[in-house]
């Protein structure tokens, strides 16, 4: 049995404004798509681009399969506390006028007032430009229009890239928790 550290991460969203620049992002081949029941399979995909070869497919092993992370999606959207507005796809046009391929994915939840990402997940190809930062703007922007005033997040204490970028977005370190798992090699 092996223990993850793990931080839990919050933002206080009264007076948080979102930025991003819409017409630079489309520019560049990228399209927010806000959530559609009919996307789960994209959102998925993404997801599990994003987590199978990182720590987080150990602490969380769905991650490391595609059908864990199309069952994952299914029980996130399914949740009545499941919170759409804050449920985004990120996807990469190579070519005007395609379909897009998924490179990016985040979901959110309501519990007790707060605000709930889950998976915030980027493509290793498509990381440093900015586009988790992107993610996490979209996401409480949509818990801001439920009227919910604060978010939290959990990270493995190991990624810390990721910890580097929420704390430039403002969160603050709350609490550390363990999370038990079996970690087969």
């Known amino acids: 049995m092996t223990y993850f550290r793990r931080y839990r991460m919050e933002l206080n ?3 948080f404004r979102a930025q991003w620049d819409r017409e630079a992002l489309e520019a560049a081949g990228y399209q927010f798509v806000g959530y559609d029941e009919g996307l789960i399979r994209d959102h ?6 994003s987590f199978r070869s990182e720590i987080d497919a ?7 399969r595609r ?3 199309l069952r994952l999606m299914r029980e996130i959207t399914s949740r009545a506390t499941f919170v759409p507005g804050s449920t985004w796809l990120l996807r990469y046009h190579d070519r005007p006028g395609g379909r897009g391929m998924p490179v990016g994915t985040i979901q959110g939840l309501e519990a007790e007032g707060w605000g709930v ?3 915030i997940g980027v493509i290793t190809e498509h990381r440093g430009r900015g586009l988790g930062r992107l993610l996490i703007n979209r996401a409480a ?3 801001q229009a439920a009227g919910i005033e604060k978010m939290h997040l959990e990270v493995t204490t190991a990624n810390t890239a990721a910890i580097r ?3 430039q977005i403002g ?7 363990y999370k038990a798992c079996e970690v087969v090699g």
Not at 58 to 64: E, I, M, R, Y
Not at 171 to 177: E, G, L, S
Request: with cysteine; charged share 15%; aromatic share 14%.
């Open 44 to 49: 998925a995909q993404a997801k599990y681009q």
């Open 165 to 167: 970028l929420y704390e």
């Open 171 to 177: 969160f603050q370190r709350a609490q550390v928790v």
């Open 58 to 64: 150990d602490v969380f092993p769905c991650l490391g």
């Open 13 to 15: 969203l009264r007076g």
């Open 117 to 119: 990402i889950q998976n």
């Open 141 to 143: 922007t949509g818990f």
């Open 67 to 69: 059908d864990g992370c």
